[in-house]
């Protein structure tokens, strides 16, 4: 995967090309992702179904954290990869549950609003931002609101 130096500013269009190096050219009008399948992933996330998850994404897939070195957070491409990063979050935290989610659709693009809560005690709300491939997660990434109390 191709990085950007941490003192660069990146424009929107050179992120696109670190994380989605194939060109994304979507048909105007068509969907394909519903929000069945987005609500079968967040039930998988909240049941720490390992195996549903990786296989909601795409071969290519990536999953991007809300933080990292990178004006992306840090990036974790593809399945196995993925997998390991899901596997030590819940590891860590065991009583994850992102609540209250909403989903809005447009194409082969979605964003998911929610309340992470879990252990800790972690109460806080996000989005997921989504870009799909096949009905397969090609990108996923997290956005939160630090709670700083």
Known sequence: MRTLPLNQT?????????????PVNFPKGKVSVTLKIVGEIL???????????VESFHEDGGF???AGAHPYGECFKGRNAIRTVF???????RELQWVDAHTWISSERAVTEW???G??????LGCDLWTF??????KKGTYYKPVTA
């Open 10 to 22: 990146a424009t929107l269009g050179q992120l696109h090309s670190v994380l989605l190096p194939v």
């Open 115 to 117: 309340r992470l809560t």
């Open 64 to 66: 991007l954290l809300a």
């Open 87 to 93: 596997a030590e979050r819940f590891a860590v935290v």
């Open 43 to 53: 039930a998988a996330f909240n049941h720490k179904d390992l195996d549903a998850i």
């Open 133 to 138: 491939r096949e009905n397969k997660v090609l």
């Open 119 to 124: 252990t800790g005690p972690i109460n806080q």
